[in-house]
């Protein structure tokens, strides 16, 4: 039987990994066949095809008449950056350059990365500069598999492609080659349009860890308040427990280089994603600073700190006036639209009520808390401790003590803000674990009223 008459069941071969059958299907004069044939050792992936496969990615000037040729050459690429044979390498650079079919030279950029050729880094960086952004893409991918520090400076140069894709795989490539010249470039896309390359930029910068800290520190304590706050971002992902007290002192003393508000509200977020308790203090000078920006990150910093000490699985209730975390085995429920809560544990040993009061007329904080000792006194319940504190602009009190009739535990706590006041009020049996304690303690630790 001639090759003319040769009408090979491709999808057979390639079941049976018959290469020497689709090695000649590959030849077919029927290009459909050539076509399954060359999708087939794409699958297959057998280092037998390489020589035939290289055949097959030829290009001249009169197959641009025939697509069905095109998606041959566009398969012979992918397949040969399966097999990974060097010998790929010069033919695949030619079809990236010259190749007239725009998935085909893609594909090639593609196929350069995966069989790891230092010999095609040069070939690469000049594809970065493509008229397509489909080849760029792939060349700045291609660089990053290979690892190269040829490679940093011009992906660096391609940071600023003006396709996001470009931008997006540019970042993973330096993200994967690890040099600390990337850093300062990488920061300014934490500003980018695209919401994807902003999110892949700060994984790189928060994946380089160790190496990218010193650098970023360096950067933190520059002039320039947008590399400032950029850099305080990035250190907070990366979670180093060394930047607590610089921070700290950031949020503290209120030096004129730290008073930019992007700069501090970023500085808080960076601490509450760290979450170390030291930085609990300063966080809550930073609730009265003059930015809402500042204020609004401390606040969740604060909660993020508190809610890291409870060890189960909790979800938060929020009515926009008031906002915490609770345990996500708990119920809690509106009684009075923003005027009365109820919730308690599964096994009703913790029962929970949230009153707010808003016509206290002339009433002092110092005469709420004298109106509860007053109240403990008459149903008797023995006052066992009683302090006050203050989170930013909010004061609060904490009363506990034991009920003489039924020996319960009672714990008010009553939070005032400007004319607000709000107390809750937790009614606890004997003997409960610790466990149950924990989820007191985030519910007090987490409530906050929002004005």
């Given at each position: 039987m001639s090759d003319d008459d040769y009408y090979p069941d491709v999808n057979t071969l390639e079941k049976n990994k018959d290469v020497e059958g689709l090695i000649r299907a590959l030849d077919n004069d029927d290009y459909l066949i050539r076509k399954e044939a060359a999708r087939s050792l794409k699958k297959v992936g057998d280092s037998r095809a390489i020589v035939p496969l290289i055949q097959s990615l030829k290009y001249e000037k009169w197959q641009s008449d025939n697509p069905i040729l095109g998606t041959v050459r566009e398969f012979a690429a992918e397949a040969l950056g399966k097999i990974g044979d060097g010998r790929a390498v010069k033919p695949l650079i030619y079809a990236m350059k010259e190749d007239d079919d725009l998935e085909v030279r893609w594909k090639s950029a593609w196929a350069l990365g995966e069989i790891g050729d230092l010999s095609a880094v040069d070939a690469l960086i000049e594809a970065l500069k493509s008229d397509s952004w489909n080849v760029r893409e792939s060349a700045a991918q291609s660089l990053g598999k290979l690892r190269?520090?040829?490679?940093?400076?011009?992906?660096?140069?391609?940071?600023?492609?003006?396709?996001?894709?470009?931008?997006?795989?540019?970042v993973v490539a330096l993200g994967k080659i690890g040099d600390e010249r990337a850093i300062k470039p990488l920061l300014n896309l934490l500003s980018?349009?695209?919401?994807d390359v902003r999110r892949k930029t700060i994984d790189v910068l928060a994946n380089m860890g160790?190496?990218?800290?010193?650098?970023?520190?360096?950067?933190?304590?520059e002039k320039d308040w947008y590399i400032r706050s950029k850099a305080a971002k990035v250190l907070g992902e990366i979670g180093d427990k060394k930047v607590v007290e610089p921070f700290i002192e950031v949020l503290s003393k209120k030096r004129k280089e730290d008073r930019n508000?992007?700069?501090?509200?970023?500085?808080?977020?960076?601490?509450g994603k760290i979450g170390d308790l030291r930085a609990i203090d300063a966080l809550i000078n930073a609730l009265?600073?003059?930015?809402?920006?500042?204020?609004?990150?401390?606040?969740?910093?604060?909660?993020?700190?508190?809610?890291?000490?409870?060890?189960?699985?909790?979800?938060?209730?929020?009515?926009?006036?008031?906002?915490?975390?609770?345990?996500?085995?708990?119920?809690?429920?509106?009684?009075?639209?923003?005027?009365?809560?109820?919730?308690?544990?599964?096994?009703?040993?913790?029962?929970?009520?949230?009153?707010?009061?808003?016509?206290?007329?002339?009433?002092s904080f110092d005469d709420l808390i004298k109106?509860?000792?007053?109240?403990?006194?008459?149903?008797?319940?023995?006052?066992?401790?009683?302090?006050?504190?203050?989170?930013?602009?909010?004061?609060?009190?904490?009363l506990m003590g034991e009920s003489m009739g039924t020996n319960n535990v009672i714990i008010i706590v009553g939070y005032m803000l400007y004319e607000l006041f709000y107390y809750l009020h937790f009614t606890i049996k004997p003997d409960v674990s610790d466990n149950e304690q924990e989820d007191i303690d985030l519910i007090i630790n987490t409530f906050r009223i929002h004005i």
């Open positions: 190269t520090l040829e490679g940093v400076d011009p992906l660096i140069v391609a940071l600023e492609d003006k396709e996001w894709r470009v931008r997006k795989n540019t980018d349009e695209d919401s160790d190496k990218a800290f010193n650098p970023l520190m360096d950067l933190f304590y508000r992007y700069v501090r509200g970023r500085v808080a977020e960076a601490l009265d600073d003059d930015t809402i920006f500042v204020r609004q990150k401390a606040e969740e910093a604060i909660i993020r700190i508190r809610s890291l000490d409870y060890h189960g699985e909790f979800t938060q209730f929020s009515n926009g006036s008031i906002s915490f975390n609770y345990p996500n085995n708990w119920i809690i429920k509106t009684l009075v639209t923003d005027e009365k809560y109820e919730g308690h544990n599964p096994n009703l040993s913790v029962k929970l009520t949230i009153y707010k009061k808003s016509d206290l007329e002339d009433l109106i509860w000792d007053e109240i403990f006194e008459y149903q008797n319940i023995t006052t066992t401790t009683q302090n006050t504190s203050r989170m930013g602009k909010t004061n609060a009190f904490f």
